[in-house]
């Protein structure tokens, strides 16, 4: 079963899901890519964190999903089992219409030596390809 309906994808969840060549979803997960796993693309704009809904994230880790955090230029590609280590112990937050923790920039380490997932944007700029035929074959091959 696929978890609560989302209202919406934003214009670069609707590019990445895009170049993804992945099937979007409109209810749940953002979408399923070429190799029919889930994923679900969270992006830090003012805030330097991430809402993950507990719902999506449960589905995730059963269905051995990834998210893709995007903050800015950078991307990582983090398993959804990695995810749930580094959020902090104790209750979901309730203060909206579904659960969620936060999962703040610097525990993904962006920029950073040692950072966890993929390091999509230094890949794009050490191969020098265009980020979308990037995104299209980097997602292909994982």
């Given at each position: 079963?696929?978890?609560?309906?989302?209202?919406?994808?934003?214009?670069?969840?609707?590019?990445?899901?895009?170049?993804?060549?992945?099937?979007?979803?409109?209810?749940g997960v953002d979408?399923?890519?070429?190799?029919?796993?889930?994923?679900?693309?969270?992006?830090?704009r003012r805030l330097l964190k991430f809402r993950i809904q507990k719902d999506v994230h449960e589905y995730?880790?059963?269905?051995?999903g990834y998210y893709i955090f995007k903050k800015?230029?950078?991307m990582l590609q983090v398993d959804a089992k990695k995810v749930t280590k580094m959020l902090k112990k104790g209750a979901w937050n309730k203060d909206r219409t579904y659960p969620y923790?936060?999962?703040?920039?610097?525990?993904?380490?962006f920029g950073e030596k040692g950072q966890l997932g993929s390091g999509i944007m230094e890949d794009v700029q050490n191969h020098q390809t265009n980020a979308t035929d990037y995104y299209a074959n980097y997602f292909a091959t994982k």
């Amino acid at each position: 079963m696929v978890p609560a309906k989302t209202i919406r994808h934003t214009i670069n969840e609707n590019k990445i899901i895009a170049a993804m060549g992945a099937t979007k979803h409109s209810t749940g997960v953002d979408g399923i890519d070429t190799n029919q796993i889930p994923f679900e693309v969270r992006e830090a704009r003012r805030l330097l964190k991430f809402r993950i809904q507990k719902d999506v994230h449960e589905y995730l880790v059963k269905n051995k999903g990834y998210y893709i955090f995007k903050k800015g230029k950078e991307m990582l590609q983090v398993d959804a089992k990695k995810v749930t280590k580094m959020l902090k112990k104790g209750a979901w937050n309730k203060d909206r219409t579904y659960p969620y923790k936060f999962l703040h920039c610097k525990d993904l380490a962006f920029g950073e030596k040692g950072q966890l997932g993929s390091g999509i944007m230094e890949d794009v700029q050490n191969h020098q390809t265009n980020a979308t035929d990037y995104y299209a074959n980097y997602f292909a091959t994982k």
